[in-house]
């Protein structure tokens, strides 16, 4: 009996605190028929109504959680409303799109708010539940509203396969955020906006349909649950790894998503391989292995930009260059994939070696597990890395015009890249000056470059 009145009285917390938000998403209905300065105007006088409320207000009590009521000011709808003003202002200055504004609000505002409550109604494993309902309830409620915006403002029918595409990546994109910072933080309808901005600034050849989104979204989401029910990747890992997934697949192809998935796999066998003995000796990844959006991001944001690149810039011309073809892209993509997953097997691999390594800086011996130590073990490992990247992307449609160039261009792209990992970690990192994710997406950019540019010298 205590129980359930203690889950009725945090059901009904949750329910005043989310109609705080609902109340001002309502708002974004009225977008399409004012003018834009109207918008930034109403929405600044919500912010200070928000900041002046009295405390002793009804409102205000109902409203208010524990910290709210010890800062005097409702917290959460403030920093979301200071948010939803920075984007209005963006309107008014930048073009930002109102449509993109609407279903920002739709994402945050309902799709959050209904996720929270089913949450809290249904779930056991509240983390991982929370996150899926917020990616179905998001992508409802921001395509709504942002389609409810297109339409109104005269747009059309048309252009609702793009305002779907869009709530899919603001969606999925505040998810991610939402498991990095507070559940409050003004950086997760920033994120979404900001990024839903960015794809709809694209020009597209063609915009998928609604359920080649779905079917691109359902792929990696299923393996993200997977890898977060293993322990492979933390949350912030399984949402990271949907997002890079999904882009691949939509501006890529399924081909592009495997490869992205050997990647995967790979580093996650060699990851658990010996590793009672890689912890004795202190080279082990912390958490079991476990991979978080730092690592996602510092191996995949350069493949990522390639993809995108691909699927949404096509040919164009480069100065000094004149016009560069898509295969560069690809090529692009497979050095740094390669490199991604031939540091990965290096590392893993290299650091069981039971001789001691040498420091690729001064080829002095150091013990196993310092940054920037090779080993002949692990440079055969990284040559095998690269390797399986570049043999899995012929069959995989993924390859330039030459698919013997494509392997040799990949393989070398893959193993440079990973050397330049071990500088960069004998050097930057070990002066920290760079982190090991950030030493991560400069090898993968040394990687990629370095094969896009053999290729387009050749070419």
Known sequence: MYLGLSKA???DAELKRQSAYISLGLLALLFPFVPKWVIVLGVLLGVIVIVYIPKDSLIFRALASERDKEAGVLIGPLKFSFAILMLAILVVTLDFPVYVLAATIGVVAFGE?????VNLLVSRNRALFWSVTLL???TLFGFIFGGWAMVNMGMGTASLDLMFFLAVIGTVTGALLYTIVDEENI????GAGMTMWL???????RVPGAAEIVIAVT???IIGMASYKLAAADL???LAGVLSGLLMILFGGIGWFVLLLVFFFMGTI???YKYAYKLAVGAAQPKEGSRGYRNVFGNCLVPLVLVVAYGAIGDFKAPLLGEVDRAAFIIGYLGAMATATADTLASEIGSTYRGQPRMITTLKRVSAGTDGAVSVLGEAAALFGAAAIALVAIPMGVAGPDAAATIILTMLGGFVGTNVDSVLGATLQRKRLLTNEGVNFFATLAGGALSMALYLFVH
């Open 9 to 11: 009285s945090t059901l």
């Open 113 to 117: 708010g209904a996720a929270a409550l």
């Open 136 to 138: 179905i309830l998001g």
């Open 187 to 190: 950086a997760i309808p920033l």
């Open 199 to 205: 794809f709809s600034s694209f020009s597209y050849p």
């Open 219 to 221: 792929f990696p989401l």
């Open 236 to 238: 912030s890992g399984a």
């Open 270 to 272: 060699f990851t658990k």
